[in-house]
Each structure stands twice: as C-alpha cells, then as structure tokens.
C-alpha cells in the first residue's frame, strides 16, 4: 500500500522559511509527478508546485519566486522550500505522488 508521509510544518512568522519533505513508499516503483497543494480554511484546494521526472516544475503565481520544490527520486521524496512566507499562505499542504496523497501538514503563518 502506498504512503506519503509529511514532515516540516508548523508556524512562523510573515517572512520566515519553513520546509517540507515528503517521502513515498509502499510499492511506486517509478514516480512520474510529484508536488504539493494546498487548502486554506473556506477554500478550495489548489495546487502549489509540481516536479516532474527531469525535473521539470510548475509553480503557481502566488508562490513564484518565494517557493522552490526539488525531488530526490533514488528517496521518491519531494521538498518544499517555502521563503518570505505570507499569512496568506496559511493552509493545510498535502504532498501528491502519482495521484497518491498524503495526510496533510499544516503550516501557519502569523502577521
């Protein structure tokens, strides 16, 4: 059975850094798409960052030039770099492999 696991959350300061990691297992043998969404509170999800293999990446508007997302594929894991946080960044961000998704981390970012 496949799992993703989260890890980095938590709460920080507008314009602080937090990471996330993310790691697969149980079964993928090869990993086309990686990335992140996200859900704040009364919305709806949407994506932050998607890593495909050869590492090609997709970032929404909101997020260019703050995030960045990199892949380990020997590790099937996927980071998120997150920098000059805003509260509007405040959600709950799953990770997503193959159309796999993790748990959900939530990250909160204070004003």
């Known amino acids: 059975q496949v799992q993703l696991v989260e890890s980095g959350g938590g709460s920080v300061q507008a314009g602080g850094s937090l990471r996330l990691s993310c790691a697969a297992s149980?079964?993928?043998?090869?990993?086309?798409?990686m990335g992140w969404y996200r859900q704040a509170p009364g919305k709806q999800r949407e994506v932050v960052a998607t890593?495909?293999?050869?590492?090609?990446?997709y970032y929404a508007d909101s997020v260019k030039g703050r995030f960045t997302i990199s892949r380990d594929n020997a590790k099937n894991t996927v980071r998120l770099q997150m920098s000059s946080l805003k509260p509007e960044d405040t959600a709950v961000y799953y990770c997503i492999a193959n159309g796999y998704w993790g748990q959900g981390t939530q990250v909160t970012v204070s004003s």
């Open positions: 149980g079964g993928i043998a090869s990993i086309y798409l």
């Open positions: 890593i495909a293999t050869g590492d090609s990446a």
